[in-house]
Nanobody, 130 residues
Framework: QMQLVESGGGLVQPGGSLKVSCTASGETLDYYAISWFRQAPGKEREGVSCINSANSKQYYGDSVKGRFTISRDKGKNIVYLEMSSLKPEDTAVYYC???????????????????????WGQGTQVTVSS
C-alpha cells in the first residue's frame, strides 16, 4: 500500500521561498506521476502541480505558474515542490498524491471530497505571514 509522507513545511515571510518534499514509505515513486495539492481552511483542495514519471513533464495550476517548480529525484525517491515569491494566499496544508498512473491526466487537478480515490500523504503546513 502506497504511503506518502510530506515534509518541509513551515512559516515563511511574504516574498520568501520554501521547498517541501514528498517521499514514500516502502514504495518507489519512480513509476508514478505525483501531484501536489493544497487546502486552505474552509476551502476545497486545489491542484498545485503534477509531474510525470518517465519524462518528468510538469503541469501547474494557474495560481502558482512561474512561482512554483515541481521536480523529482529518482535516486532519492523524492518529489519536491519548490515555492518562491510566496504570498499569504499560498497558506495551506500541502499534500502530495498519486493515483498510481505514470502520467498526469488532463484533469490531474480535479479532485473532490472525500478525496479517497487516490493515495494521499498526511500533509505539511505552509504558512506565509509576516
Amino acid at each position: 500500500q502506497m504511503q506518502l509522507v510530506e515534509s518541509g513545511g513551515g512559516l515563511v515571510q511574504p516574498g520568501g521561498s520554501l521547498k517541501v518534499s514528498c517521499t514514500a514509505s516502502g514504495e518507489t515513486l519512480d513509476y508514478y506521476a505525483i501531484s501536489w495539492f493544497r487546502q486552505a481552511p474552509g476551502k476545497e483542495r486545489e491542484g498545485v502541480s503534477c509531474i510525470n514519471s518517465a519524462n518528468s513533464k510538469q503541469y501547474y495550476g494557474d495560481s502558482v505558474k512561474g512561482r512554483f517548480t515541481i521536480s523529482r529525484d529518482k535516486g532519492k525517491n523524492i518529489v519536491y515542490l519548490e515555492m518562491s515569491s510566496l504570498k499569504p494566499e499560498d497558506t495551506a496544508v500541502y499534500y502530495c498524491a498519486t493515483d498510481l498512473s505514470s502520467v498526469c491526466s488532463s484533469s490531474w487537478y480535479a479532485v473532490s471530497p472525500p478525496y479517497d480515490d487516490d493515495y494521499w500523504g498526511q500533509g505539511t503546513q505552509v504558512t506565509v505571514s509576516s
